[in-house]
């Protein structure tokens, strides 16, 4: 793994010429800059190899790593092991469910980084699986990406304005337990200094698309807080600035750990690369693959392990997970 502080520069603190108006609720909007040399670090870091430690303590806990399972609690040791070496210090943040009329414990794994904590930006993926399978890219592609991005920010030196947290969900695939828990422990004051949340589910599916959530409501007519469109907008920005194509995908009533985060007011946005649907004819124009077939014919299923990834679109979503973290990471919310 190479990602000398030369490859993958920091971003710059303000942007070179004014951005977009920002939002009411005080999203800053993010700088167009370094977008190549972001995606060009990316592709040079080994995201692969946190995948095949999460399959190994999948075929080490019968198949899976679903939450309240020993392979949960081995997938989140991996976790505070690579936070750890990265210099974070992770905690777990425990709740409790009722899972066939008993209680179940289980956690998020959270980790800081420096930063303003009244400008905080929570970035998150699901860190469980189904029982059916190990869950390799629904949703290890997103921790994959989370690790790695949370590895260069110390690794190239950013020192960020505003506090990123890191935050690894439990029992997604319950019902979205584990950010649910999260929001609901926020006090108002919490709630307000949370600048925004950026979410990632399922981001390196073998027949996939780059899908950025539609933030501003044009293509579903589902708009997310104030600020949500300037997320997407920056996503689409690093996109477009490296000559990819990509497609919007709505914000679905209860599909991923975003949910929480809309109903409580926060600004929105994130990364998906498909799951059951199918390809359509236009989308094989964009992005390669197959018509008709799925996004990720392996979704919740056994056969969802190492072999279900496609490697190149998981280092240009962790890439730009990378940018738009940083980019809003180094702007102060106006006051």
């Known amino acids: 793994?190479?990602?000398?502080?030369?490859?993958?520069?920091?971003?710059?603190?303000?942007?070179?010429?004014?951005?977009?108006?920002?939002?009411?609720?005080?999203?800053?909007?993010?700088?167009?800059?370094?977008?190549?040399?972001?995606?060009?670090?990316?592709?040079?870091?080994?995201?692969?190899?946190?995948?095949?430690?999460?399959?190994?303590?999948?075929?080490?806990?019968?198949?899976?790593?679903?939450?309240?399972?020993?392979?949960y609690e081995a997938s989140a040791r991996y976790v505070e092991?690579?936070?750890?070496?990265?210099?974070?210090?992770?905690?777990?943040?425990?709740f409790t469910y009722r899972d066939d009329d008993a209680d179940v414990e289980t956690f998020n794994i959270l980790a800081d980084t420096a930063?303003?904590?009244?400008?905080?930006?929570?970035?998150?993926?699901?860190?469980?699986?189904?029982?059916?399978?190990?869950?390799?890219?629904?949703?290890?592609?997103g921790v994959a990406a989370l690790l790695e991005t949370a590895r260069w920010i110390t690794e190239t030196g950013i020192q960020p304005k505003n506090r990123v947290r890191l935050a690894f969900w439990g029992a997604e695939e319950v019902?979205?337990?584990g950010s649910q828990h999260y929001v609901d422990s926020l006090s108002t004051k919490e709630n307000t200094q949370t600048m925004l949340n950026l979410n990632l589910d399922m981001v390196a599916s073998p027949n996939g698309g780059r899908f950025v959530h539609d933030g501003d409501g044009s293509s579903f007519g589902v708009v997310g807080p104030a600020g949500s469109d300037i997320i997407e907008r920056t996503f689409l920005d690093y996109f477009a600035q490296n000559g990819?194509?990509?497609?919007?995908?709505?914000?679905?009533?209860?599909?991923?750990?975003?949910?929480?985060?809309?109903?409580?007011?926060i600004p929105t946005g994130g990364l998906f690369t498909g799951d059951e649907d199918g390809k359509t004819a236009e989308q094989v124009s964009e992005f390669g693959g197959v018509e008709n077939n799925e996004h990720d014919p392996c979704y919740h299923r056994a056969c969802d392990d190492i072999s279900n990834i496609d490697r190149q679109l998981l280092h240009e979503m962790a890439g730009a997970l990378g940018y738009v973290t940083v980019a809003f990471a180094m702007l102060p919310r106006p006051d």
């Open 1 to 71: 793994m190479t990602s000398p502080a030369e490859e993958s520069p920091q971003l710059p603190a303000q942007p070179d010429q004014p951005g977009p108006p920002a939002a009411p609720e005080g999203v800053a909007a993010a700088p167009k800059a370094k977008a190549s040399q972001v995606h060009a670090a990316f592709a040079g870091r080994n995201l692969m190899k946190h995948l095949e430690a999460l399959q190994k303590v999948a075929d080490g806990a019968g198949g899976n790593r679903a939450s309240g399972t020993s392979g």
């Open 81 to 94: 092991e690579q936070l750890r070496a990265a210099g974070y210090k992770p905690v777990r943040q425990v």
């Open 115 to 141: 930063g303003d904590p009244t400008h905080t930006i929570v970035v998150g993926g699901h860190l469980d699986s189904v029982r059916r399978g190990p869950g390799i890219n629904d949703n290890g592609s």
């Open 175 to 177: 019902d979205l337990l």
């Open 244 to 265: 990819l194509a990509t497609e919007p995908t709505e914000f679905e009533d209860g599909d991923s750990d975003y949910d929480p985060f809309l109903k409580a007011g």
